[in-house]
């Protein structure tokens, strides 16, 4: 099996003209950082949330896979509901309901009823992932799409550098409730946004117009065709590595080695600017090198990263050790992620919204089951941590050697 022939792509301008596009790709852009906001900002609070709520950590974690299972079962929701609509309509939606959603988990008197309202909030909030995602495939394509995925990651790139940081010091001035009182806020600040300032990017004559068996059948053809499935299962299993690493660092990072909530947030800060930076470095070489070479070297870096973390937890090396592994493998999603969305949503501009709603339902359910798994045995060691983040890791580098063994069919991959 060889490697496929030098990639030839183009940039392509907007289908349709609107003006402002800069100002379009910031909204964007904090419409998918509301999911890392919503993950991230309570990551420092899971030690205090799982003490005052008198339950496990393992229980804690599964508010993270509740919600993630909620952005992921969302999508499907959204995603057909957009290309039959418009993108508009699914994403205010949404987001009102995401604002009650958050206002509800402050008020959660237990673990069950959080992790219930977990799920609720993600399965609101995704509306804006997977919207975001089909209006950049609406106006873009080819390389243009892999460049303005990774500006989104520029903008939404800011949220997991803010998100831990607000959460501390939200913790400083009151309990883990008053986090899911600034989401709401944040929300609510979105919906004005949108409500004022996104377009309308899916006109009528290019929206579908079939109904629950439509969609089946867009997902079953998505599904049997591997220039979607490789790159998205590469995407799913990189994100998979990541929530594992957001799912057991607090108890790592701060139960087994002491730090401090604020200490901890200012760690996974440098891993978020890490991530942006390389984001950007792949928008500049995506036109050179293709979206495919990208990919595996993104995955390739975060196994990398994944082996490092392993070794340094079962060896008991220094903590050095062990964030320097996170910060491969965190970084490496940076590169990574244009390029598996870009590949996948590349012919399939029709059904965008349908795509990017599988897309994102493989990269949350993989998400899903991987954080609950660091929480098992020791959590503090950092053993179940690392073995899931190898096996992750392991899985998207197989898929992105996949991808660029795979022959071409079209220019611009």
């Given at each position: 099996m060889t490697a496929p022939a030098e990639e030839t792509v183009t940039f392509a301008e907007p289908r349709v003209h609107r003006g402002g596009s800069r100002a379009l790709l910031v909204l964007l852009g904090a419409l998918s950082g509301l999911t890392p906001l919503t993950v991230d900002m309570y990551l420092?609070?899971?030690?205090?949330?799982?003490?005052?709520?008198?339950?496990?950590?393992?229980?804690?974690?599964?508010?993270?896979?509740?919600?993630?299972?909620?952005?992921?079962?969302?999508?499907?929701?959204?995603?057909?509901?957009?290309?039959?609509?418009?993108?508009?309509?699914?994403?205010?939606?949404g987001l009102a309901a995401f604002i009650v959603a958050s206002v509800g988990c402050g008020l959660a008197p237990n673990v069950d009823v959080l992790i219930v309202l977990r799920f609720m909030q993600g399965f609101a909030g995704?509306?804006?992932v997977v919207i975001a995602r089909a209006v950049v495939r609406d106006l873009y394509e080819g390389?243009?799409?892999?460049?303005?995925?990774?500006?989104?990651?520029?903008?939404n790139g800011t949220a997991p550098i803010l998100a831990p940081v607000i959460g501390a010091q939200v913790l400083r001035l009151t309990s883990w409730r008053g986090v899911f009182v600034v989401l709401a806020v944040a929300g609510a600040a979105l919906l004005t946004a949108v409500w004022r300032a996104l377009p309308?990017?899916?006109?009528?004559?290019?929206?579908?117009?079939?109904?629950?068996?439509?969609?089946?059948?867009?997902?079953?053809?998505?599904l049997r065709d591997?220039?979607?499935?490789?790159?998205?299962?590469?995407?799913?299993?990189?994100?998979?590595a990541l929530f594992a690493y957001i799912g057991g660092s607090p108890y790592v990072l701060q139960d087994g080695y002491g730090l401090s909530p604020q200490a901890y947030s200012a760690v996974f800060g440098v891993n978020a600017v890490l991530l942006i930076g390389l984001s950007q470095v792949s928008s500049r070489l995506v036109q050179r090198l293709g979206s495919?070479?990208?990919?595996?070297?993104?995955?390739?870096?975060?196994?990398?990263?994944?082996?490092?973390v392993l070794v340094s937890t079962m060896a008991d090396l220094p903590l050095a050790f062990v964030l320097l592994g996170l910060l491969?493998?965190?970084?490496?999603?940076?590169?990574?992620?244009?390029?598996?969305?870009?590949?996948?949503?590349?012919?399939?501009?029709?059904?965008?919204?349908?795509?990017?709603?599988l897309l994102g339902l493989t990269q949350f359910i993989l998400g899903a089951a991987a954080a609950p798994l660091t929480g098992l045995g020791d959590a503090r060691s950092g053993?179940?941590?690392a073995v899931t983040i190898v096996v992750a890791a392991g899985v998207a580098l197989a898929c992105a050697l996949a991808s660029y063994l795979r022959p071409r069919p079209s220019p611009g991959t």
């Open positions: 420092p609070a899971l030690p205090s949330l799982t003490r005052d709520l008198h339950t496990t950590s393992s229980a804690t974690q599964l508010t993270l896979a509740a919600l993630l299972l909620g952005l992921a079962t969302g999508q499907l929701v959204a995603g057909p509901f957009s290309d039959r609509l418009g993108r508009r309509p699914p994403v205010i939606v995704a509306a804006a390389a243009a799409a892999a460049r303005a995925f990774a500006s989104l990651m520029l903008v309308e990017t899916l006109e009528p004559d290019r929206r579908t117009d079939g109904g629950l068996g439509h969609t089946m059948r867009v997902f079953a053809m998505l591997p220039g979607f499935l490789i790159p998205t299962l590469a995407g799913g299993a990189t994100f998979a495919r070479r990208l990919l595996l070297a993104g995955t390739l870096m975060s196994a990398a990263g994944a082996g490092l491969l493998v965190a970084g490496s999603v940076g590169i990574s992620s244009p390029n598996a969305m870009a590949l996948a949503l590349a012919d399939h501009g029709r059904t965008a919204g349908a795509a990017s709603a053993v179940p941590m």
